[in-house]
């Protein structure tokens, strides 16, 4: 079971799904899923993304045990840091994307290398700006937190993460042992 | 008028701006939604307020490290007992964790080489959907998730497969191995709609209060 989950974790290091794939993310108008799809039980990947995201919350809550103050604040800016980390990572990708696909094995010569630099430069930039915005972001969180809190707060992060990976390994193996067993 | 769903209900404690007003006048004035908000209110009140002592969050992180040196401690009277061949067996985990990170570097690089000369592959012209994803930025099936449809029956990967199996998350994490921030969103905008569902049954079942 652990094995299983290394590798899904490594899926994700070492970027089989990682930044070349055009886009990781859900656009903001799908995160809300409508109700009476949700009842029927389908779901949008935006509303599992939604539905990861009110998780953390309910997570991060228990962990770092938030007082009724603190609560409010903590989820407002809590989805700031959600949504800065998922603004970025969609622009990163769409860039990444982009040089893939002038510099990938499909790409044919004259390979135009003024815009490759152009493109080199704007992904330096983003990285740049998306590291100042989260590191602001997580400035605003801490500012919610005590700093027993904001400790822990690092640390749930990365367990959360672990989490959440567990629960999409069960997700496909519940599927894959269903259809198996439907054979 | 139906009364609130259970999403709707937390929606409705937590006034989220995403609630439609019809539903939130339903819920004041419906006395049923009302006890049900109240209830899971005491709850949540409940679960804050709760004091239970539990270990440090580095506790754990630290525990197998721990019991690393204790058992690094005892294991010098048997280990000479073994042969000179089998001793390295006996090594402590960062022994381990070290011959692993290097076992998936040189993995990872033969993968690299190989699908770097692998022929390149046959572009398939974008549908509608696939053109809807680009403008939107959505994940499409059997584009964006081709790559790993592969990795199922990728041989070389499955390699890789093999080697994790065995591996502790502790030793992992100490040769530097975790999954960043964001790391399971993507992954779980790549699942099939059969495993998104299975996923939010599994959700909502961690959501439930008391794990009822």
Redesign the interface.
Known sequence: M?????????????G???PH???????DD?A?EP?GN??A?????????A??D??AI?QA???L????TQ?AAF?GRLKKLQQT??KN??AHN?IVQELRRRTG??ATPPFDEAAIREHLKALRELDDRSALELRHAYDALDEVLDVRQQ??FR????????R??D??M???Q??AARRGGGR | MKHLSRAELVDFIEASPHMPAARARHASTCSECRAEADALRSILALATTDDVPEPSPLFWDHFPARVADAVRDEVPGRSSDAPAGMRWLRAPVMTWAVAATMSLLVIITVVWRTTLHAPAPVMVPATGATAAANATGAPVAGTAGSDESDVDTDEAWAVVRAAAQDLRWEEAHAAGLSAPPGAAEGLALELTADERSELARLLDEELKPNGA
Do not use: C, I
């Open positions: 652990m094995g299983s989950l290394l590798v899904v974790v490594l899926s994700a290091t070492v089989l799904s990682g794939r055009p886009a990781a993310q859900a656009p799908t809300r109700r949700r009842a039980g389908v779901f949008s990947p935006g509303a599992v993304v539905m990861l009110t998780y309910v809550q228990d962990a045990q938030l007082n009724d609560y989820v980390r998922r990572q969609q769409q094995p499909q400790a822990r640390v749930f992060e990365e367990q959360l993460e672990r959440k990976l629960l999409l069960r997700a496909r519940g599927v």
